[in-house]
């Protein structure tokens, strides 16, 4: 089966449901045991059903499943956020003492949990150059336990070697974590190129309606048992009600992102020739940073992406971003919807300082029409140069 088909048909049981279509949603805490036997059962893990809401449903489950045949991963656990995702898998594979290789280009909040939660816990972190590619090997150290990986980095869109970065940290023991939300389990098949543990943000592409939080952790079989265990002692499940609307979403994935990584490209391309654009980061565009590897390594782009401008006063910047009609402003990507944030990486750089000093946007390219969305970038240049 091909991937779109795959994206149809996982994870769903018409027979089993009394012919419904979409896998009902199971709302429940409670299991009920019929038999002492089967109580028992329950807890030697023999038992035929989940044993309890905060382990998973059949809605839970039947998304997970999906999820690890589509991504290539043995198994999937949902949790209740992409950030609880990453957390648990971190906590999972690190204790005390131990040393963890964070690209610099990292998503902020991960880079929080590292600089907090695990400093405070005896783990060391050091920022890696994200380009760094086999070079990673001389910062491994005899306690480096994970690599982590995020490419591109969804701020700024450094790509990365991971099959380089992947053979260097195995020839030292150490595991490869990716961050692969970008590319959804849809453009990037991490477990070929050397991950070991994938993590993404449900909330973006997979549910793809900005109405749901929620995040996957794809693993191999060596990892699956510690990091279940860990899952299970965080308590970091995910809502059934989330979990059904995720499924519902990834229905239509294939569809959106195909529309959304066309539009994306013509967006990017004129962007490239405006007087005001400094450079376009998305590694999907041809000449773009980053453009080989993407190529090598992924079979599309989603439609995040960053472009760098000549310095706009504030004044400017402000009659651009509260004008536009339909890149609104707003946290977030991967819905139906475009939107575009001014960022500022400075404060969020530690291993390679970021100069730039014009103004940095970043683009969601949603599902509008590509020309509707060219318009309103253009009346936006416009309110700015005219101030
Ligand atoms: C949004 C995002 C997350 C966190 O996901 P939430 O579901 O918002 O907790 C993690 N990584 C990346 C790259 C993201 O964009």
Not at 117 to 127: C, I, N, Q
Request: charged share 20%; with cysteine; proline share 6%.
């Amino acid at each position: 089966m091909k991937p779109d088909t795959k994206l149809i048909t996982l994870g769903r049981d018409p027979e089993a449901n009394f012919g419904a279509v979409n896998p009902p949603l199971y709302r429940t805490s409670t299991v009920i045991f019929p038999t002492l036997d089967d109580y028992d059962a329950a807890k030697k893990g023999t038992y035929k059903y989940s044993t309890y809401g905060r382990y998973g449903t059949p809605t839970t489950q039947g998304l997970e499943d999906a999820l690890a045949e589509l991504e290539g991963a043995d198994h999937t656990m949902l949790t209740s956020s992409g950030v609880s995702a990453f957390t648990t898998v971190l906590l999972a594979l690190l204790s005390a003492g131990d040393h963890l290789l964070m690209a610099d280009s990292v998503y902020d909040p991960t880079r929080r949990f590292c600089d907090h939660e695990l400093k405070r816990l005896g783990v060391e972190t050091t920022y890696y150059d994200p380009t760094i590619g086999a070079g990673i090997k001389a910062l491994i150290r005899d306690n480096t336990k994970v690599v982590f990986v995020e490419s591109p980095g969804s701020l700024t869109f450094e790509m990365q070697d991971i099959p380089a970065i992947a053979r260097e940290a195995h020839a030292r023991g150490a595991l490869v974590v990716s961050d692969s939300t970008w590319a959804t389990p849809l453009f990037f098949r991490p477990f070929e190129k050397g991950v070991d543990v994938s993590i993404h943000s449900a909330t973006k592409y997979i549910n793809g309606h900005s109405d749901v939080v929620m995040g996957v952790i794809s693993t191999t079989k060596t990892h699956y048992t510690r990091i279940l265990n860990t899952h299970k002692n965080l308590g970091a499940c995910p809502n059934a009600g989330d979990a059904y609307l995720a499924q519902r979403g990834l229905r239509t994935m294939g569809a959106r992102l195909r529309i959304q990584q066309e539009s994306a490209l013509k967006v990017a391309a004129w962007l490239r020739d405006r007087p005001e654009v400094v450079e376009v980061r998305y590694p999907a565009l041809p000449g773009a940073p980053g453009y080989d590897l993407w190529k090598r390594d992924f079979t599309g782009a989603s439609a995040l992406f960053t472009i760098l401008t000549k310095p706009y006063t504030r004044p400017q910047l402000a009659a651009m971003l509260d004008g536009m009609k339909l890149l609104k402003m707003g946290y977030s990507w991967g819905g139906y919807e475009s939107l575009m944030i001014p960022i500022d990486p400075t404060a969020i750089r530690t291993a390679t300082p970021w100069t730039h000093k014009g103004a940095t946007l970043r683009l969601h390219i949603g599902l509008e029409d590509v020309g509707d969305l060219i318009s309103d970038l253009e009346e936006g240049f416009s309110r700015a140069n005219s101030k």
